[in-house]
């Protein structure tokens, strides 16, 4: 089944502790990126990868790091979470950066709460 | 300017009823505007999409329409059900390849009840 899979799906850290959010892709796709998910703003970038070992910031890179040493997957890491990344985080994957089609394919979200 | 705007924030309808949801935006290098719809616990899947030389687009009971001279398009469910409840995203395209991105509207929650 083609699908993208984010770990975890829910977590709970406090402030100042290093954490990764995990995501693979099994199908093939060049292009990932992570989006955050908050009330009233819709969904904005945060880093997207064009294909190993390429990535770039998006909207709201500040906070965030990421790394694509292999095609299938591209982790989220934040060094030093802070309250203001509490937020529901999506990795999307597809053929190229905007989707054949418009179509983004997305996993089932990792919500994160920073205390 | 990159932004589109959506509207409104949130809804309720009877089911049965025809909930509306609007999109509007600036950039006119804009060419192609997919919606996706979101479920409690689910990432965002694409629903349905139109491309700018088109004025309406029907997939079941979802219908895109399309004003290129206002800037603007909405999604129409038709018919809705309980089942249709879930988050709506618009979202416009803009370049091509890889040079090209995906801009979302702000969100939509639609509550259908029984």
């Known amino acids: 089944e083609a699908q993208v899979t984010q770990n975890p799906r829910y977590l709970i850290t406090v402030t100042g502790k290093k954490l990764t959010v995990t995501c693979s892709q099994n199908?093939?796709?060049?292009?990932m990126s992570w989006y955050r998910q908050d009330p009233g703003l819709g969904l904005r970038q945060i880093y997207y990868s064009m294909n190993v070992e390429v990535t770039d910031k998006g909207d709201v890179p500040e906070g965030y790091k990421v790394s694509r040493k292999e095609k299938r997957n591209f982790p989220l890491i934040l060094e030093s979470p802070s309250p203001n990344q509490t937020s529901l985080y999506f990795c999307?994957?597809?053929?190229?950066?905007?989707?054949?089609?418009?179509?983004?394919?997305f996993g089932e979200g990792s919500r994160l709460t920073v205390l | 300017q990159q932004q589109v705007k959506q509207s409104p924030q949130s809804l309720i309808v009877q089911k049965g009823g025809i909930p509306i949801i609007n999109c509007a935006y600036e950039n006119t290098a804009f060419d192609y505007f997919p919606w996706y719809q979101q479920f409690p616990g689910k990432g965002p899947a694409l629903l349905i999409a139109?491309?700018?030389?088109?004025s309406e687009k029907k997939e079941g009971r979802f219908t895109i329409s399309f004003n290129k001279s206002a800037k603007q398009f909405s999604l129409h469910i038709m018919d809705s059900q309980p089942g249709d409840s879930a988050t709506y995203f618009c979202a416009a395209r803009v370049g091509s390849g890889n040079t090209g991105k995906l801009i979302f509207g702000q969100g939509t929650t639609l509550q259908v009840k029984p």
């Open positions: 999307a994957s597809s053929l190229d950066r905007q989707g054949v089609n418009g179509e983004l394919f």
């Open positions: 139109i491309r700018p030389d088109v």
């Open positions: 199908m093939n796709h060049e292009y």
